[in-house]
């Protein structure tokens, strides 16, 4: 087989082990409890460098306590400054959020906003979210600090799975012809 081929069966393996666990995640959580929790602050924020974007397209999830460029984060332990969440958002969407919830007489912060990566076809759908808006919750049963606000479809991580195998299968499939 040549370097090619096999680069290409690597590419495949990859989304095909990628697409497998996310979707195990997303079927695992469907079932997980929910509460009641309040936006802390929602900042429309675009991705500063590469591991900021990986890790809310790819991983779905918001980096706690940075703001949009020039603007302060409003500090989470602090009371007083739940106004200034309010002065952060905007009417653009939310890229990065903070949410508070309750279970047991214990609170809660979360950032993540997906079970589980929707990337590359996902798109916000939290958009319209606010500081102060009521949003479900929903959180691991024995592990509640993991918690997320949306169910994610299935069918992106179908598709990851699908184009693994497709790639894996073209590859040999023209290591073979051509050798």
């Known amino acids: 087989m040549s370097w090619v081929a096999i680069l290409s069966c690597a590419l ?8 497998a666990g996310n979707l195990l995640r997303v079927l695992t959580r469907r079932h997980w409890p929910h509460t009641v929790g309040i936006v802390q602050w929602a900042v429309p924020t675009e991705p500063q460098n590469l591991r900021e974007w990986f890790d809310q397209v790819v991983l779905g999830r918001a980096a706690l306590g940075r703001a949009a ?9 602090d009371q007083s400054q ?10 653009e969407p939310a890229q990065q959020l903070c949410y508070v919830y ?5 609170k ?3 950032a993540q906003m997906q079970s589980a990566p ?11 979210v606010q500081p102060g808006d009521k949003v479900h919750v929903f959180y691991h049963p024995k592990f509640p600090h993991r918690a997320f606000l949306v169910q994610s479809f299935a069918w992106p991580m179908l598709v990851q799975l699908l184009t693994g195998i497709g790639i894996c299968a ?10």
């Open 12 to 19: 495949g393996a990859m989304l095909f082990t990628l697409g």
């Open 69 to 77: 460029p020039g603007r302060a984060a409003p500090d989470l332990t």
């Open 82 to 91: 739940a106004g200034q969440a309010a002065e952060i958002s905007s009417a």
């Open 102 to 106: 309750a279970l047991e007489g214990f």
């Open 108 to 110: 809660y912060i979360g």
């Open 118 to 128: 929707v990337w590359p076809v996902g798109g916000n759908r939290l958009a319209d």
């Open 170 to 179: 073209v590859a040999v499939a023209v290591a073979v012809v051509f050798s």
